[in-house]
């Protein structure tokens, strides 16, 4: 879909046009999942609802849109991470954070992820604690940074800090089992 496309489809959508409510819908739908599904570690039918309810924000805030602002793309990735972090705010039971000291940032690059391929990360992923995993995922695959994390996840800055190096430890600790 071109970008002209796109914005069509948009102003549909601001016209409340069930069509191209739909395609939207539809030419957007894969993607998100995915996005959900790196946050969310439990059943489709729970991920289906909250990127149900992210489409309902979206569409309800289309009017807020602004292309000069961004891609659409980004915009309505942002309505989904903050929707499932609502959501796993709201699920969540007493979660008690580590409070550690402020912890240098880890020095290793990327470069080890890359070696792997991307559904097995996204297994090991998985299995990491739920702050843990939600703090990597917005740091290294969404590009959050600490500070956007703590004030999101109403976490301390080196807290955020430290669920990222904990993640990285264990990833690297998993993928190094793996080359043997």
């Known amino acids: 879909m ?3 496309q796109l914005h069509i489809i948009i102003d549909g959508c601001r016209k409340n046009n069930r069509e191209a409510q739909e395609k939207l819908y539809k ?7 995915k996005v959900c599904q790196r946050y969310i ?12 309810d992210a489409y ?16 659409f793309n980004s915009w309505f990735k942002t309505i989904v991470i903050n929707t499932v972090l609502t959501s796993l705010s709201e ?3 007493q979660i008690e954070y580590i409070y550690t000291e402020e912890l240098p940032e880890y020095s290793e690059q990327h470069n080890i992820y890359s070696r792997f391929d991307l559904q097995e ?7 990491l604690p739920n702050v843990t995993r939600t703090v990597f995922n917005m740091a290294v695959l969404d590009g959050f940074t600490h500070q956007e994390i703590s004030q999101l996840l109403n976490i ?12 990285r430890k264990k990833l690297k600790d998993k993928l190094k089992l793996q080359q043997y």
Do not use: P
């Not at 030419?27 to 999942?33: E, I, K, L, N």
């Not at 309902?56 to 891609?71: C, E, H, P, S, W």
């Open 91 to 93: 699920r969540k039971r």
């Open 41 to 52: 570690s439990c059943d489709d039918q729970k991920i289906v609802s909250v990127l149900n």
């Open 156 to 167: 301390t800055e080196s807290t955020s800090r430290w669920h990222l190096s904990d993640a």
């Open 2 to 4: 071109t970008t002209d």
């Open 56 to 71: 309902l924000k979206m569409f309800k805030n289309i009017d807020k849109y602004n292309q000069d602002l961004g891609t």
């Open 121 to 127: 990360l996204m297994e090991y992923i998985k299995i």
């Open 27 to 33: 030419y957007f739908y894969a993607d998100m999942v």
